[in-house]
């Protein structure tokens, strides 16, 4: 048996449980007109195991006896009791409409927004992707060089958020009047970075618009990119005309039906379409398609993009914010419906005899009076707006509403006068609102029926009797018992509670109440209005002046003469500015849109975009024209005249010390692009100059003729020259020549024919005799060092040259045969390479000085060393050799050799080091030994090795070294024998 004509019935999990006899009480349904089935409250007396997991996933299903579907819902929390009265589970109640609240999703369907779109990442990096006021701009600018395929562009990426592919791309693309060829626009479709489909088409010199979908971007395509492309061969880009302006851009993501086929996707959605692509996608909830009402409406739904994400309920929102007569519910039985609110036709009847109808508000009297700011021309301005009630007395209490602000700076007195009458309507309108009791049957004129008062249903009109108004039912309230079910209307817009205005306040729904908090001056009556004197004007003007146009920056400033109308006038003159690219174009007519780029009063006007929205190229010859326009016509047009606008400044337009500032001087000159040919600087000075390529015909150190170094890109050749202007160093590159000149003019060289000949000015006139026998050649006077070509070295000193290496009356030669030799008066010291060093009958290393000289050969190793002591130096390797073994004995080895040589770390010179010893060192070795500081400060100076620069020790030198060790080892062999013979 129902409950007041309602079944009810729990499904949890495992339990699918009717539970009708066991509600208690007077359960309460409500559905509202934006939502459909909302809120309820019911209380079931039963055990508490009976449910063991109720909760918010546990669904309501409520039909009627009949079994039909009336609301469907969620449990919230319960509240599971068991007290005095029994166990039992009371809980609110959420309806279906909780289902939009569920999902969170990225979607586009449509976007508009020029933000949206980045720089793509496949642009060359001199390649201009500017945002410009209604578009972006691709352009390659003037003086780079591009290669085949160098890209400007910009790519839509937001897609990829979503679980979309790119639906269509709609854009006009407007290229130069005069293109530069070897370009041309490029659409691509991507599916990440991988590129999918490339589509090139001809910049067009007017506006084109192009439209472009999943066959010609791929159907998998979730990224699209627009490039302006070098399509011709490597190039430096002549002109300012490489360049496109993309305007109207608009991307379409992909979309489906309500069944989740895909459908073409437009670039302009409606609500129906948004709709239908929910249902299809799932995101509305388990909503049975078939069964879903879905109506459209002829409103365009624009900025339909939510990439980051949005919830549904809230998109749904957005939707009737687009189109507020448009109403969205979930119904019993998986319905869902997006429909208008009835405009005339009433579907139910309400009469005062049979229902109890109440009108609140009779505290809330509709204001009809309201004070309006509004801000223009920097001031702040209000007016009161008020709206007669033909119901008030005289003398009747006037309600004031609270007062509003026009949004914006610039509004006008009509526009803060119909915002203040629309307000007043609205506060009015939500006034009329009323209520219903229902408990009876009413008729339904849509079904033809009488129906329950549950099986009314909100987002419907209904006629009130007892008034005659048809007034919109927004939500219905049904409390059933077990005598019957009674329904309470909401009809109309109730008015607010205080908690309800606050809120709907900080949502944004009302303005904030009160005026600014600002000074507002005493209102004072405003003038009568004067009517406008007569301009007078009886014909219009005379003449239209010839313009002057001076070239400026990325502009071209016109400049129109004033004119002598006449006795007669009074009214103002006006000058339309036309612009042609031709002169032979036709004479520009009154407001013609396709010359038409401005107008001005005072006379002067700054021309910086033609008649297409596109900007003045720089270098390009453009016609100007003007036209004369007073209160009664127009007259004759001017001719054309010439003008051009910069893109750089240049020196006749700026004088000297014209400049000043001190952000731009010496050192404080920072500039994101200072690019090629777009730059000209007649000096360029700075502290540190830093280029990947530096390219110029010369390069100079010094600004002087003549002075310092030159690179000198005519002649390929490079010079240097000293502070007087002499020439001292020149090569030249295409011959591979060259010379260099001492500062006194005696020495001098040349590069020649794979040889450098170093001379002076009496070799010189002989070097050819040597040139082509040797490389290299140090000379001075009749001494010499020859570098050949052979491989030999050779110095030539017949008298004693002073240096590291002494040479007397002798040749001293490198050469591949004998490897080293020095040839003196008297002998030689020779290593041939052939022998390496070994025995073979000849020693290895001789010294033959004189008769009397002593040799000393090894001949039984392949590494040895071999020294010689000229013969005044006999007698001290004989004192060495029988020197007492007790003074030696006695003290440190590096004091008594010190003692010995007569060397000291204050007089080097005196160690027995004068150059007679010959040593012939082993290949470089690692090996523990003594440290030539601590033997040098012993003043064994004689045993030490020294940096040449610095004149620090730096090693030891073993090979001497030894020597000291001979008097030690005869005194231990003295000493050993003595014992052996004891």
């Known amino acids: ?22 509600v208690q009480g007077s359960p309460s349904l409500t559905w509202e007109a934006v939502g459909g089935c909302a809120t309820g409250r019911v209380t079931i007396t039963l055990p508490l195991d009976t449910f063991p997991t109720l909760g918010d996933s546990s669904r309501m299903y409520v039909t009627s006896t009949r079994g039909e579907p009336v609301w469907e819902g969620f449990f919230g929390l319960p509240d599971a009791r068991s ?185 302009v959605v409606t609500s129906a379409q948004i709709i239908d692509d929910l249902l299809g996608r799932g995101l509305l909830g388990p909503i049975d398609p078939a069964l879903a009402i879905v109506e459209d409406s002829s409103i365009p739904i624009e900025d339909a993009a939510w990439p980051t994400g949005i919830r549904i309920d809230q998109l749904l929102q957005r939707l009737r914010d687009a189109d507020t007569n448009m109403l969205w519910s979930y119904d019993a039985g998986g319905r869902f419906s997006w429909r208008a609110w009835p405009t005339n036709e009433p579907r139910y009847d309400l009469i005062d005899d049979l229902d109890d109808l109440a009108w609140p508000g009779s505290s809330d009297t509709p204001p009809s009076r309201i004070t309006v700011f509004w801000r223009q021309d920097g001031g702040l301005h209000r007016l009161q707006v ?63 029926l009488e129906v329950e008062p549950w099986e009314i249903r909100p987002g419907y009109l209904a006629h009130v009797d007892v008034t005659g108004e048809v007034l919109q039912i927004t939500t219905v309230t049904a409390s059933a018992a077990p005598d019957g079910v009674t329904a309470t209307l909401t009809m109309g817009q109730p008015p607010m509670s205080d908690a309800e205005r606050v809120l709907a306040i900080f949502r944004g729904d009302l303005p904030a109440p009160g005026a600014p908090i600002i000074e507002i001056p005493e209102e004072t009556p405003e003038p009568p209005p004067t009517e406008a004197p007569e301009t007078g004007d009886t014909s219009p003007p005379p003449y239209s002046p010839l313009p002057t146009v001076e070239a400026s920056i990325e502009a071209a400033l016109v400049t129109v003469p004033g004119i002598d109308p006449g006795p007669g006038y009074r009214g103002p003159i006006m000058f339309e500015i036309h612009l042609a690219t031709s002169a032979s174009a036709p004479a520009p007519t009154p407001g013609n849109p396709a010359t038409l780029i401005g107008e001005t009063q005072t006379g002067t ?20 024209a003007t036209i004369a326009i007073n209160a009664v016509g127009a007259a004759i047009p001017s001719g054309w005249v010439a003008g051009t606008a910069r893109a750089k400044i240049t020196g006749t337009m700026i004088g000297p010390n014209e400049i000043q500032t001190g952000n731009l001087a010496t050192n404080y000159l920072t500039t994101a692009a200072l690019l090629a040919n777009d730059a000209w600087i007649g000096a360029l000075r700075a502290v540190d100059l830093t280029a990947e390529t530096i390219t110029g015909p010369k390069i100079q150190t ?38 260099f000149t001492s500062a006194s003019g005696g020495a001098s060289a040349a590069l020649s024919a794979g040889s450098l000949v170093f001379s002076n000015s009496t070799y010189g006139t002989s070097g050819a005799v040597v040139g082509s026998s040797v490389g290299i050649r140090l000379a001075s006077g009749s001494s010499s060092i020859d570098i050949e070509q ?64 002593a040799v000393f050969a090894n001949t039984e190793s392949r590494r040895a060393i071999k020294v010689a002591i000229e013969p005044a130096r006999n007698d001290q390797l004989q004192a060495l050799l029988d020197l007492d073994v007790q003074t030696w004995f006695d003290r440190a080895p590096a004091e008594a050799l010190a003692a010995y040589f007569g060397g000291g770390p204050d007089d080097p010179s005196d160690c027995a080091g004068d150059g007679s010893a010959i040593e012939v060192f082993e290949p470089l070795r690692r090996w523990p030994g003594l440290i030539a500081e601590e033997v040098y400060d012993a003043g064994a100076t004689l045993f030490v090795d020294y940096d040449n620069r610095e004149g620090t020790p730096r090693s030891v030198l073993y090979d001497r070294i030894g020597v000291a060790w001979i008097p030690f080892v005869r005194d231990l062999i003295t000493r050993v024998e003595a014992l052996e013979a004891s």
Do not use: C
Request: overall charge negative; hydrophobic content about 35%.
């Open 386 to 448: 008020t709206i007669d009630d033909p119901s008030a007395d005289e003398g009747a209490r006037v309600r004031v509403a609270d007062p509003i602000t026009v949004p914006g700076d610039d509004a006008t007195e009509e526009e803060a006068y119909e915002a203040g009458r629309d307000e007043l309507e609205r506060l009015r309108a939500r006034a009329r609102s009323a209520t219903a009791e229902v408990s009876r049957l009413v008729f339904d004129r849509v079904t033809g």
């Open 702 to 739: 010094m600004s002087q003729a003549n002075r310092g170094i030159k690179l000198d890109g005519w002649t390929n050749t490079l010079r240097a020259w000293d502070a007087f202007g002499n020439l001292r160093f020149e090569v030249n590159g295409n011959t591979g020549l060259g010379t």
């Open 83 to 267: 007290d005095g009265e029994g166990e039992r589970f009371e809980s609110e109640l959420v309806g279906t409409m909780a289902l939009a609240a569920d999902a969170v999703e990225a979607l586009v369907y449509s976007d508009a927004d020029l933000g949206s779109w980045q720089r793509s990442a496949a642009s060359v990096q001199s390649a201009r992707v500017d945002q410009v006021e209604d578009g972006w701009q691709l352009a390659h600018p003037q003086g780079y060089v591009l290669g085949t395929g160098a890209a400007a562009g910009m790519e839509y990426r937001l897609l990829q958020h979503a679980a979309q592919n790119v639906g269509s791309v709609t854009f006009t693309a407007t290229g130069p009047v005069t293109p530069e060829p070897g370009f041309a626009l490029r659409v691509q479709g991507l599916a990440g970075n991988t590129v999918l489909t490339t589509i090139d088409q001809p910049l067009a010199t007017g506006p084109t618009t192009y439209s472009y979908g999943p066959p010609e971007l791929g159907a998998n395509a979730d990224v699209v990119r627009i490039s302006l492309v070098r399509t011709g061969g490597a190039t430096n880009v002549l002109t300012g005309n490489a360049l496109v302006q993309i305007t109207g851009l608009t991307v379409a993501g992909s979309r489906v039906d309500r069944y989740g086929t895909p459908v073409t996707a437009t670039p």
């Open 605 to 624: 006007f700054f021309a910086t975009k033609r008649p297409d929205g596109l900007p003045l190229a720089s270098g390009v010859t453009y016609y100007f």
């Open 1 to 22: 048996m129902g409950h007041g004509g309602l079944s009810y019935r729990v499904v949890d999990g495992t339990v699918d449980l009717d539970v009708t006899d066991h």
């Open 790 to 853: 052979s491989g030999r070295v050779q110095i030539n000193a017949p008298a004693l040259v002073q240096g590291n290496l002494d040479v007397l009356a002798g040749v001293l030669k490198v050469q591949g045969s004998n490897g080293f030799a020095i040839d003196t008066a008297g002998g030689y010291l020779r290593s041939p390479r052939t022998t390496n060093f070994a025995s073979g009958g000849s020693p290895n290393v001789r010294i033959n000085t004189d008769a009397s000289s």
